[in-house]
């Protein structure tokens, strides 16, 4: 009877599930998990809004560095429909069951099945200074609540290459504690994240992409019958396309952790194909004690710069409050850089974008002379101008760069010329004072065509090298470093014109952007930082920081043709 029994049970879930049978992928039969709810197209910085829909394609997107990649994926509502009528059905069956008084034994009692969890080796080869307990449900877990009181930077794990410095999604999730949390990416995988977060015990706000008002509706409504679950869309009024930021604010029992990754939410992002690397800040926050609460005002630079950013996104005023009870003092020589989308005056102009740039270099001291080295890895780039350059330049030596004379123009104005000069014509293009050097002090990296075509993405890294003199006389080496979404064009550091309308300067943001400013100890870069005049630090000192994800110094160009063209 109990065989009958089961047999019909099967019948029955089988018959109620092919009504849902054509919106299933083949290639997902017999899992209980849905495709990824959106694989957006390459991040870049002059794509349309990646819309996510419930069923059919991404539209096409334009990109600046690679063309865009378009999957189908389901709508948020379809997760566990399947688990659900099983339950349903076994319900109806045992009163069935009941009421016909069957002498079979009652079925054993299972401990519900776990979902998988892709956790490749976790414990293997892990970087020694964390020690890590395991749990019944193979989670990693550390045994002191702060694994990263100072903050850190590491690689992404790469599954098959050696570790060393890298670190997993489990291990920047830690799910087994986890409470709360607040991730902003601009690709997303829903059904590969959902299986590194237990969504039954952890209340989740995704913050996306959606421009127009019907999109946004219509993710909450298919958002709506997932429990633990709630979306924040970021404004885009106007010009803003790009909701390229990432962040997490990951909330546990006795800490806050602050993640920012050059990585989206996918799974090759985060190593488990074995061809992309990328880079990843983490920092860990203790809970204030005895249930004392911080204003906005008591924060460091970095924190008060973090709470701006998180309101401007529209996150919910009582996720950002709780931020507030974590003790951000272990942040004070750490500056969060951020680009807010859309136009800003005033105030607000001075904290966004390239001019936001200038003043965490100004709050942390590390304003520079020249000579002056940048060293910048990209993933994307715009269409690049010795003007922007030179903002950027002047920027990340600590120069205000937030003026703006008559010709809307930032200062000063300069003559309009070719993207990339030639070479005999650099000397008519760099006239202003301090930018003499900027071809050889600017160095861009940028992958090939080949290298492009075999990966799916890249990391953003600026390394700065300068020197200041003291009041004493004395030389000290500068260096910092930043990590994060942005890359180097216009959209994603802002541009400088004038409101005609209103008559003063207004930055145009595009995109919405965030990384983190470190800098190197003076320790790392010689003795006391001391050092000769001209004599800058050698990328050797960002080593126990970040090593640089590049070979350098670079192999000549030779015969070879550059990336960049003229015109």
């Known amino acids: 009877m109990a065989s009958s029994d089961d047999e019909q049970l099967q019948k029955a879930i089988a018959l109620s599930l092919e009504s849902h049978s054509e919106d299933v992928d083949a290639s997902s039969e017999g899992t209980r998990l849905p495709q990824p709810l959106a694989k957006a197209a390459h991040e870049n910085d002059t794509t349309k809004e990646g819309r996510l829909v419930s069923s059919g394609t991404i539209p096409q997107q334009p990109s600046e560095a690679s063309e865009a990649v378009t999957e189908s994926q389901p709508s948020i509502n379809r997760f566990d429909r399947k688990a659900m009528e099983e339950a349903r059905l076994a319900r109806a069956a045992a009163a069935r069951m009941k009421r016909k008084g069957s002498i079979s034994p009652p079925p054993v009692q299972r401990e519900p099945k776990r979902q998988h969890i892709e956790v490749i080796d976790l414990d293997a080869e892990s970087p020694p200074s964390i020690q ?48 709360l949390a607040v991730l902003s990416a601009f690709q997303w995988d829903i059904d590969w994240l959902f299986r590194k977060i237990d969504i039954r015990t952890t209340n989740v706000i995704m913050v996306m992409q959606a421009k127009e008002k019907a999109d946004q509706d219509r993710f909450r409504n298919d958002a709506a019958g997932t429990p633990n679950l709630r979306l924040c869309f970021p404004p885009m009024p106007g010009q803003v396309n790009c909701m390229h930021s990432k962040l997490m604010l990951l909330s546990y029992p006795r800490h806050l952790r602050v993640v920012v990754p ?20 983490l920092i860990d926050l203790p809970l204030l004690e005895n249930g004392k609460r911080n204003s906005v005002n008591e924060l460091t630079a970095f924190g008060k ?15 950002c409050d709780s931020v507030l009870k974590f003790d951000f003092s272990a942040t004070d020589h750490l500056a969060f850089i951020h680009t807010v989308g859309g136009a800003h005056y005033g105030e607000d102009l001075k904290r966004t974008g390239y001019p936001g740039l ?22 994307s780039i715009g269409s690049l101008s010795m003007d922007f350059l030179g903002l950027i330049y002047k920027a990340a030596r600590g120069l205000n760069v937030d003026k703006i004379n008559d010709s809307g123009k930032s200062k000063p104005a300069k003559k309009k010329k070719p993207a990339v000069p030639a070479a005999d014509n650099l000397d008519n293009v760099i006239m202003e004072e301090g930018l003499e ?22 990391t953003q890294i600026l390394y700065a090298r300068g020197q200041r003199s003291n009041e004493d006389g004395k030389v000290s080496n500068i260096a910092w470093m930043y990590t994060g979404s942005a890359n180097l064009s216009e959209s994603a550091w802002g541009k400088l014109v004038i409101d005609k309308s209103r008559k003063e300067a207004k930055l145009n943001c595009r995109n ?15 003795e006391s930082g001391q050092a000769q005049a001209g004599e800058l630090p050698d990328m050797e000192g960002f080593r126990p920081v970040y090593d640089a994800p590049f070979e350098y110094p670079g192999a000549e160009y030779g015969d070879r043709k550059p990336w960049f063209v003229q015109g």
């Not at 050097?437 to 890249?458: E, M, N, Q, W």
Request: aromatic content about 10%.
């Open 358 to 379: 200038t003043r965490a270099v100004q709050t942390l001291g590390l304003q520079s002379g020249t000579p002056f080295k940048i060293d910048f890895c990209a993933s």
């Open 305 to 319: 710069e973090l709470m701006y950013f998180l309101k401007a996104m529209g996150l919910e005023e009582t996720v």
């Open 437 to 458: 050097a900027l071809p050889d002090d600017f160095r861009i990296y940028f992958p090939t065509h080949d290298t492009v075509a075999r990966s799916k993405g890249g």
């Open 262 to 281: 050059s990585a989206n939410l996918v799974s090759y992002d985060w190593g488990e194909s074995g061809i992309m690397e990328n880079s990843v800040f």
């Open 512 to 526: 919405w952007e965030c990384g983190v400013l470190m800098a190197v100890p003076a320790s790392s870069l010689g």
């Open 132 to 179: 890590k307990t395991a749990t019944r449900n193979g989670d990693s877990k550390p045994s002191s609540p702060l694994q990263y009181p100072h903050g850190v930077v590491k690689k992404t794990w790469a599954f098959g290459h050696e570790r060393s410095n890298d670190i997993k999604i489990e291990e920047v999730l830690q799910r087994a504690d986890l409470k």
